[in-house]
């Protein structure tokens, strides 16, 4: 039996009827076409797939669709919803050069939105622990940590 | 890598779970963050045919902290409230200290401290802080609601005390008596995103400058988390000197049954147990003002 679901993806409201065992990543991909949102492992180890719900970040992978009901996502589409001007975190990942192949860079973004959020001005130390839950396959940590740091100066300004 | 078909039940009481859950039987899961389960699912280790979804269970959620009773933590409060609570922080600081080690910001963000507990894994991170401490579980069952001690919930890997219609609402940790400090130390192959290799969690509580009372919990060792009863012996009505530590220590290590796995061989383990029994006490022993 499908279930039907009202929830907001980035200031939008969809109306969507979902099998239960769908996730929120094969919604907001398939259903919706936010391909930003990645998935790589699928079992909530790898950080591609992070979004916000309802303010939390979590792995959109682990997540059921169904439980979705009433909540407001954020994706990576929605930190520049015009497409013309980008956030000051995907400003920073691109002047630091903290994007390689760039699978990672949807889930590093807002796994550093909602530590920005929580904690404007963060050590090295505690944006580390924050992306703790990201693997870059490139191994481009030291520029993400980099683009992080200069991204909440900035939105301190 | 979808996940297999399965029917999606979110009923609005606990009540209405366990009648759920004896209907059912084996064929319905129950879930709280998911990050287990889904992950079981995913790997074709468990199939079953429903689902029984608690977030529509509005008190389930909550943590409650009264200053004379101690501390509730309801099945579905997230890991990372618990790490983040003003009072637990304050009055059971190893216990926001696990939920905090407890995997990544995104797992947290979804898993729950009782999920950890009902999973049933020796490692589990939140497990020998909640034991040391004498926590409680609170069962509700078809024919009414119970509480059990914490110690005597596990049964073996992945196996615990609750019977086939009865679900775990809530987690009660009494109040820490006073003179007493609590710790936590762990330790794992890749810093904290991985299951804890080992973890010792462990309460003190002092009359004057001897220990009255002593409870030692090690996780990771055994094939439950489990109470280094011999360990515990040793430190009571002692004062907390270094050859005492050291003493309890070393007999906690040897009361452990380790194996060989993945992310620690057996020797490796019993090696840390003595390690991570000397911080936790020293740590717990700094807690308790001395």
């Not at chain 1, 949807?106 to 924050?130: F, Q």
């Not at chain 2, 452990?256 to 020797?267: L, N």
């Amino acid at each position: 039996m499908k279930h039907s679901i009202s929830l907001k993806v980035n200031g939008d409201t969809y109306h969507l009827a979902v099998d239960p065992w769908k996730t929120l990543n094969e919604v907001l991909r398939e259903e919706l076409n936010l391909t930003g949102t990645k998935l790589g492992c699928g079992t909530g180890d790898c950080g591609a797939c992070t979004v916000l719900v309802d303010g939390r970040s979590v792995s959109s992978c682990l997540t059921l669709a169904v439980e979705m009901d009433g909540k407001e996502i954020t994706t990576v589409e929605g930190l520049a919803p015009s497409g013309e001007r980008l956030h000051p975190i995907q400003k920073a990942f691109i002047e630091k050069a903290a994007i390689q192949c760039g699978y990672c860079t949807p889930g590093m973004e807002l796994s550093a939105l909602y530590l920005l959020k929580n904690n404007p001005s963060p050590t090295e130390e505690e944006i580390r622990e924050a992306i703790s839950g990201n693997l870059c396959r490139c191994t481009g940590y030291k520029k993400i940590v980099e683009a992080i740091a200069a991204a909440a100066k900035e939105m301190k300004e | 890598m979808t996940l297999p078909k399965f029917e999606y039940l979110a009923p609005e009481t606990a009540e209405e779970v366990c009648r759920l859950l004896k209907e059912r039987g084996k064929a319905a899961k129950v879930m709280a963050g998911g990050t287990d389960l889904l992950v079981s699912l995913r790997n074709r280790q468990s199939r079953p045919a429903a689902i029984i979804g608690l977030k529509g269970i509005k008190p389930l959620a909550l943590i409650v902290f009264d200053k004379k009773k101690g501390l509730s933590i309801g099945a579905t409060a997230l890991l990372s409230d618990v790490a983040s609570h003003k009072d637990i922080s304050k009055m059971y600081p190893a216990i926001a200290y696990a939920a905090r080690q407890t995997a990544t910001v995104q797992i947290r963000n979804m898993g729950t401290v009782v999920g950890n507990i009902c999973n049933a894994a020796p490692s589990a991170d939140n497990a020998p802080t909640l034991l040391a401490m004498g926590a409680e579980l609170i069962i509700m069952g078809i024919r009414g609601e119970k509480r059990l001690p914490l110690a005597r919930f596990f049964k073996g890997p992945g196996i615990t005390a609750l019977g086939k219609d009865e679900i775990v609402i809530s987690l009660f940790v009494p109040l820490p008596p006073p003179h007493s400090g609590i710790s936590y130390q762990h330790i794992s192959a890749r810093g904290k995103v991985d299951i804890s290799a080992v973890g010792v969690g462990t309460m003190i509580t002092m009359e004057g400058k001897k220990c009255k009372y002593a409870r030692i919990a090690l996780g990771g060792v055994a094939p439950v988390p489990m109470l280094a009863k011999k360990a515990e012996k040793r430190l009571t009505g002692k004062m907390l000197i270094p050859d005492v530590i050291e003493e309890t220590a070393l007999q906690a290590a040897e009361e452990s049954k380790p194996i060989s796995d993945v992310r620690a061989s057996a020797e490796y383990r019993r090696k840390m147990v003595a390690v991570l029994t000397r911080r936790a006490l020293l740590e717990a022993k700094k807690r308790a003002g001395l």
